[in-house]
């Protein structure tokens, strides 16, 4: 996801990191990994201040904009973004 939108590695690591971090919590159990690969890269970008749009992120997963929502709800909560 963050090679399609042609993200900084100061966003992708963290990108990266929060999908372990949710694999690791068993957070991913009844949510599409695309799903969280989505709110794990909306997250770091809406933390580093990178001019990325929501829908941007959501074209590239290919998911509905609910379950990215959802995803990243679960996120902050659970991981506190």
Request: with cysteine; proline share 4%.
């Amino acid at each position: 996801m963050a090679s399609a939108l042609e993200l900084s590695d100061s966003v992708r690591d963290p990108a990266c990191q929060l999908v372990r971090s949710t694999q690791n919590e068993d957070l991913l159990r009844g949510k599409s990994i695309e799903s969280i690969g989505a709110a794990s890269t909306d997250g770091p970008c809406r933390c580093n201040q990178h001019p990325l749009l929501f829908e941007d992120v959501i074209d590239a997963a290919r998911v509905e904009s609910t379950r990215v929502t959802n995803a990243y709800r679960t996120l902050d909560r659970e991981v506190e973004l």
